[in-house]
C-alpha cells in the first residue's frame, strides 16, 4: 500500500489515533501529526494504548469497552455504540463485558 493511502493511524505508528497532548511525553513519542502523537514504531504507539487504557481502568474506573471507549472517542451516538461494538467484536467480548487491562493477551 502506498503510504499516502494508509491511514493517519498507520502513518503515525499510532493504530490507536490518540491524540497529542503537551501534557503527555509518551514513550517513543517523536511528534504530532494534525492533533495526533507520532511514534518512532508501531510498537511504542500500542504500548501508549494499553498504558492509556490501565489508566482509564485504574483512576477512572472505566471497566468495559463501552465505557472505554465513551471516554476515548465520545460525541453520544450511535456512531459511538458502533464503534464499541466493532471493538468489543474484535476483543470476542460483549461490549458491558468486564475487562481486566492486566490480562496480556487480551490486550494484545
Same mark, same amino acid.
Given at each position: 500500500?502506498?503510504?499516502?493511502?494508509?491511514?493517519?493511524? $498507520?502513518?503515525?505508528?499510532?493504530?490507536?489515533? $490518540?491524540?497529542?497532548?503537551?501534557?503527555?511525553?509518551?514513550?517513543?513519542q517523536i511528534g504530532s501529526n494534525r492533533n495526533f502523537c507520532v511514534f518512532s514504531s508501531?510498537? %511504542?504507539?500500542?504500548?501508549?494504548?494499553?498504558?492509556?487504557?490501565?489508566? %482509564? %481502568?485504574?483512576?477512572?474506573?472505566?471497566?468495559?469497552?463501552? &465505557? $472505554?471507549?465513551?471516554?476515548?472517542?465520545?460525541?453520544?451516538?450511535?456512531? &459511538?455504540?458502533? %464503534?464499541?461494538?466493532?471493538?468489543?467484536?474484535?476483543?470476542?467480548?460483549?461490549?458491558? &463485558?468486564? $475487562?481486566?487491562? @492486566? @490480562? &496480556? @493477551?487480551?490486550?494484545?
Amino acid at each position: 500500500m502506498k503510504n499516502n493511502r494508509k491511514t493517519i493511524g $498507520i502513518r503515525n505508528n499510532n493504530p490507536c489515533n $490518540i491524540k497529542h497532548s503537551c501534557a503527555n511525553n509518551w514513550a517513543g513519542q517523536i511528534g504530532s501529526n494534525r492533533n495526533f502523537c507520532v511514534f518512532s514504531s508501531p510498537l %511504542y504507539g500500542l504500548r501508549a494504548a494499553f498504558v492509556l487504557i490501565r489508566n %482509564y %481502568y485504574m483512576k477512572h474506573r472505566l471497566r468495559t469497552v463501552s &465505557e $472505554i471507549i465513551s471516554r476515548w472517542a465520545p460525541d453520544g451516538s450511535c456512531i &459511538e455504540r458502533n %464503534y464499541a461494538r466493532f471493538v468489543a467484536q474484535g476483543c470476542g467480548i460483549t461490549p458491558t &463485558e468486564k $475487562i481486566n487491562p @492486566d @490480562d &496480556e @493477551d487480551f490486550m494484545v
